[in-house]
């Protein structure tokens, strides 16, 4: 069986979200190709040297285009490729016009809910080329239950075409860089900080965060709010809000950042907050609890279902209950270490080895489907 995937995603310098997701199905894939199951990833440039290396089994395919690389350019290459059994797009949108079967995974519907957050022409792919792909599929894999809801209810889909599966996590890892150094780059003191990870935009509810730790650190002076992310739509209006609200000494910007200094940052927070009006998975929310860092997150969408009994909750529309919770969280060292032991729990739940094995697995299934 040979099992082709658009591996665009995961060759880029920097990974966050999508691209962390399909670049570890790829490190998987990689090491469980063999005799029987080959793999053949398509990629618009040649590999960076963060992706796996190629195999007997596992072996990249090049097609060169700039633009319209998925409707055309891949399409018209696909129709001389006769040793496909299965197209697996592991982010919405699969070639037009193809032959072979496909799996594709949704990560979440946000363009729906959240419209203005998107230049004109993703939208347009986002929604057209999306329904292309789940129409098209013989199984759609929804990285949360959430999702799968959201393309059942908007996409009209049936319920037996769509298959859960989980996103792993990033797992704690042996720092090699200085900790001190890190936390003097940023004025910081040990569990003394706030952060918050993920991209800068409305949905993401960073607003709210900025007002609740705002009148939260006018009780604790010695504590900061640590953002990390790259800006993505209406991002200077959250840089705006620190300066009315001069804030600008207490929340520190640190734009993206390398996993290690990430996973210091989680190791060395009071706690992750996670405002999010929607997401469709939630990643940080097990790379904190991976690196004992409690978690204090949004009680909507899909973000209860990831992190379960061992985060504490807020409603995402009231500033007022975030910071209480801020409060309860400083206040309660029993709860707070209850957190953090729930968390080692939970995490076990989620692996990239897991979405590896279950992913794998209904790819060889889907293969046998009919058209």
């Known amino acids: 069986m040979n099992i082709a995937i658009d591996g665009n995603e995961a060759n880029v310098d920097k990974h966050v979200g999508v691209s962390v997701y399909t670049l570890e199905l790829l490190k998987y894939f990689a090491k469980h190709a063999d005799k029987d199951t080959t793999f053949t990833v398509f ?5 960076k040297n963060f ?4 195999n007997k089994y596992f072996s990249y395919d090049v097609v060169p285009a700039k633009i319209l690389w998925s ?3 891949l399409p018209y290459h696909l129709l001389f490729k006769k040793n496909i059994d299965i197209f697996f797009a592991p982010a919405h949108y699969s070639p037009r016009f193809l032959r072979q079967k496909l799996v594709v995974t949704i990560h979440d519907l946000s363009y729906l809910y959240y419209p203005d957050e998107f230049l004109k022409k993703d939208l347009y792919k986002l929604d057209n080329w999306t329904k292309y792909s789940v129409q098209k599929a013989v199984k759609i894999i929804a990285v949360s239950k959430t999702t799968k809801k959201d393309i059942m209810l908007n996409l009209q889909i049936s319920e037996d075409k769509i298959k859960v ?3 792993g996590y990033t797992e704690a890892v042996q720092s090699t860089i200085n900790k001190q150094n ?3 780059k940023y004025h910081l003191k040990e569990r003394k900080f706030f952060l918050y990870v993920g ?4 949905r993401k509810n960073i ?14 002076e010695d504590f900061k709010l640590v953002i990390v992310g790259k800006g993505g739509w209406l991002y200077r209006d959250i840089y705006q809000q620190v300066t009315d609200l001069d804030l600008g000494e207490r929340v520190i910007f640190t734009g993206f950042e390398t996993d290690e200094n990430l996973a210091e940052l989680y190791k060395n927070a009071f706690s992750l907050i996670m405002p999010s009006y929607y997401e469709g998975f939630g990643i940080p929310i097990l790379e904190a609890m991976a690196h004992n860092c409690p978690v204090i997150s949004s009680h909507n969408s899909s973000l209860p279902e990831v992190g379960g009994d061992a985060a504490i909750y807020f409603d995402p529309k009231d500033h007022k209950d975030l910071k209480n919770k801020m409060k309860e969280l400083i206040n309660n060292q029993m709860l707070y270490s209850k957190l953090i032991s729930a968390g080692k729990k939970r995490i076990k739940d989620f692996s990239w080895k897991k979405c590896g094995q279950e992913t794998l697995k209904l790819l060889k299934n889907a293969a046998h489907y009919e058209l």
């Open 43 to 47: 990629l618009k440039k040649s590999p």
């Open 165 to 167: 599966i989980y996103n």
């Open 207 to 220: 607003a709210t965060m900025i007002t609740a730790f705002s009148n939260f650190s006018a009780e604790n």
């Open 199 to 202: 991209t800068l935009q409305p």
């Open 182 to 184: 890190l936390l003097k």
């Open 71 to 73: 409707q055309i350019f």
């Open 51 to 54: 992706m796996p290396k190629e």
